[in-house]
């Protein structure tokens, strides 16, 4: 809980002097009045880490209280899909598509709506089963032979739900219309993400480094190891690369790049070879890649737990 505390205090301390020092040395007459736009990546981003906090607490009540956020937070999407983003007409008339592949956006978008919905209502499901159990859970700050600690898993759980959040505001921004009130504001927030994810991901790397690891799990072959590794490591290149991509690409155009109330200028002069070659990067390239390494990964631990019976794996992140 004091981690969490300092965390978010460190966040909010950032997002706030951004909004104070960065309206006063840009112009910000594009941005939505009072900073709206970074008061809503403050609250996303905050409302991840209580989460991520609260589904690994020791107290089982605060647990399903996670869990109830969590569902909230699927919930919330596919409502902002269903209520909103459909009556804005972008899905059957965007932004003039720039390759063939833009196309397949609104099918996305439909596709992790349902999901956040499905997603969502088998939480609650989660959430009334937690709600019968009165077991605490034994968790440490530090990693232990068996499982990961609050530390890694706060981590872990924080990247995991902004990045999820990320994806959908990333491609709707993508296909609302030039000229459109509110499309510099959606970048602002999936642009804010996007750096602290790269940020948190960095810090993850290192306490990996720094923390024991827990022992690999028992029951699983050789390959399932291995592969299981290199999912992990693919997603950890993936997660710096395309924050980091989606920095370049911006840059070339000559875009800022935002990060709450401050906006970071391009590092270099606009190149339009340079926004074809990055954009395809970042826009098709790594996105694809990390839908089927991410639907690898999930799609790997409910294997282990339907089908294996190996609760252990999903235990040393979650139990």
């Known amino acids: 809980m004091i981690l969490m505390i300092i965390v978010s ?10 909004m104070i020092f960065g309206e006063a040395v840009q112009d ?7 900073h709206g736009e970074s008061i809503i990546s403050l609250a996303i981003i905050l409302s991840s880490l209580f989460t991520a906090c609260f589904i690994n607490h020791r107290s089982p009540k605060i647990r399903v209280f996670g869990t109830l956020l969590a569902s909230t937070g699927c919930l919330a999407v596919a409502c902002w899909f ?10 059957t008339n965007p932004k003039p ?13 439909w596709f992790q709506s349902i999901v956040a919905l499905a997603v969502g209502i088998g939480l609650l499901c989660i959430a009334y089963k937690q709600s019968r159990s009165c077991t605490p859970l034994p968790l440490n700050n530090t990693n232990d032979d068996t499982k990961y600690g609050l530390v890694a898993r706060v981590l872990h759980w924080t990247t995991a739900f902004l990045f999820i ?28 993400i996007g750096a602290l994810i790269f940020i948190l ?13 827990p022992k690999p799990t028992s029951g699983l072959s050789a390959f399932e190891r291995l592969l299981s590794k290199a999912v992990h490591t693919v997603l950890y290149f993936l997660l710096l690369a395309i924050p980091v991509s989606g920095f370049i690409m911006t840059s070339y155009f000559g875009a800022p790049t935002y990060l709450f ?9 606009p190149s339009e070879h340079g926004v074809v070659i990055w954009g395809v990067v970042h826009k098709y390239l790594l996105p694809y890649l990390i839908y089927l390494v991410l639907g690898a990964h999930i799609l790997g631990a409910l294997k282990h737990y339907l089908f294996d019976k190996q609760d252990k794996v999903l235990v040393k992140i979650l139990g």
Request: charged share 15%; hydrophobic share 50%.
């Open 165 to 192: 959040l990320m994806i959908p505001l990333g491609i709707f921004a993508t296909i609302i219309p030039e000229g459109t009130p509110y499309r510099i504001e959606y970048y602002v927030v999936h642009k804010t």
């Open 201 to 213: 991901v960095i810090v993850r790397l290192a306490w990996k480094l720094y923390s024991h690891q």
């Open 82 to 91: 269903f209520l909103f983003i459909i009556n804005t007409g972008f899905l």
């Open 9 to 18: 205090s460190v966040i909010s301390i950032i997002a706030l002097l951004s």
């Open 28 to 34: 910000l007459s594009e941005r939505l009045p009072g």
């Open 261 to 269: 109330g401050w906006e970071v200028q391009p590092f270099w002069q």
């Open 97 to 109: 598509y720039d390759t063939p592949l833009d196309a397949f956006k609104p099918t996305l978008l």
